[in-house]
Structure formats: structure tokens, C-alpha cells
């Protein structure tokens, strides 16, 4: 008789309490020394959405799953927070950031468009404490996705999308970067993914 929906997930929270316990490695690690296996957990997921394998998929989002259980275990031993927190958390971000579905008995109609507007509304009013433009952004983000990411919020307050600029008296690596701002400013317009756009380009070369 296979588990009841929802098992699994419990029994993990009970894997990982006694992984953290029993086994020395897993007991030495913090968030800073785990960091780097999430980044590459997150890269492999990546890789087996673009191979388009269901199998390998579901593989690596295990293995993703298993850096948030780990890094929830840590925490609930310093009795900062659990996974239940995390959980908890989420659900009511979705709650509010999705009034569309949840503020009535009935869910509104709209595109999908207009949801992603409203998020960001949502989104922007919960972290109206930031004044700076890049507050919130990880710096570590992939440079395309770190520019369309610094577009939106330009747009968002009435800036224009960059041009590129040929006459530019700068070096070449500055004219270059001009280009490819353009890029995905242009990107943007076409609603088109830039750093997915490129990705699939270079897998066309393989």
C-alpha cells in the first residue's frame, strides 16, 4: 500500500533531523557552507528543464527540495524558524499577492498579464521600506536576468528603456554592454525571456 499524499514530505522532515544527528558531515554544515550546493542543485534543474527530461527533472527538483529541507533543519536547531514557518510563509504570499483567487468567493477574470501586474503591485507595496532600485536584488544573479530584472523596475516608475549608444566614446567592453542592455530592453518589449533566449541559442550551437 504506497503512502498517503503528503507523507513522504513529513517523513523527509524526520530523514533529514536524523541525517543532521547521526551523520558527521551533514552535522558540520551551516547555510554559508551549503550555499554552493544550492547554486549547483539549482543549475542541474535548469540543465534537465532544457534537455526537456521528465525523469531527470523530477531528479533534480529532488535534489532541490533536499537543500530546503536541509537548510530548514539547520534553522530549526537554533530555534530561529522550521519548515513549517517556511511553509507557512509562502502561503500567505500567494494569498496576497493573488487577490484575484483568494480575496472572494469567486476568482476574477483576468489575463495573465494583468496577474503579473498586480504582483508586482503587491510585491512593491510589501517592500516599500527599500529605497534603493536594486534593494532585494541578489547581486549574484545571471547578468541578463539581473538587467531585465533592473529594466522592470525602471519601468515601473516612468523610465524609458536604454538605447544603445554607437557614438559612445567609451571602450569597447562599455559599448558592448550598451548593446546588450539594448538587448533586453528590446527583449522586454518582444516579452521575451533574454537570459532563456540565450540559453536556448547556444544549445542550438551543440
Known amino acids: 500500500m504506497g503512502q498517503a499524499e503528503g ?26 557552507s551549503l550555499a554552493r550546493y544550492l547554486l549547483e542543485e539549482t543549475h542541474e534543474t535548469l540543465e534537465a528543464i532544457d534537455l526537456g527530461d521528465d525523469e531527470h527533472l523530477r531528479e533534480e527538483l529532488g535534489d ?52 503579473n501586474d498586480a504582483w508586482q503591485v503587491a510585491k512593491a507595496a510589501e517592500k516599500s521600506t527599500r529605497s534603493a532600485l536594486t534593494d532585494g536584488l541578489p547581486p549574484g544573479l545571471p547578468a541578463l536576468l539581473y538587467a531585465d530584472k533592473v529594466l522592470d523596475r525602471l519601468a515601473r516608475v516612468g523610465d524609458a528603456p536604454p538605447v544603445a549608444d554607437t557614438t559612445s566614446s567609451g571602450g569597447a567592453a562599455d559599448r558592448l554592454g550598451d548593446r546588450l542592455l539594448a538587448l533586453v530592453a528590446e527583449a522586454r518589449v518582444e516579452g521575451i525571456d533574454p537570459e532563456q533566449a540565450l540559453r536556448n541559442a547556444v544549445g542550438r550551437l551543440l
Open 64 to 115: 532541490l527540495l533536499l537543500q530546503v529541507y536541509f537548510h530548514a533543519a539547520i534553522a530549526e536547531e537554533r530555534g530561529a524558524w522550521n519548515l513549517d514557518d517556511v511553509a507557512a510563509g509562502v502561503i500567505a504570499k500567494m494569498r496576497r499577492r493573488n487577490p484575484h483567487v483568494f480575496a472572494s468567493s469567486e476568482p476574477t477574470e483576468l489575463t495573465a498579464a494583468e496577474v
Open 7 to 32: 507523507e513522504p514530505l513529513v517523513e523527509f522532515i524526520e530523514v533529514m533531523r536524523r541525517l543532521r544527528a547521526e551523520c558527521p558531515w551533514k552535522a558540520e554544515q551551516t547555510h554559508r
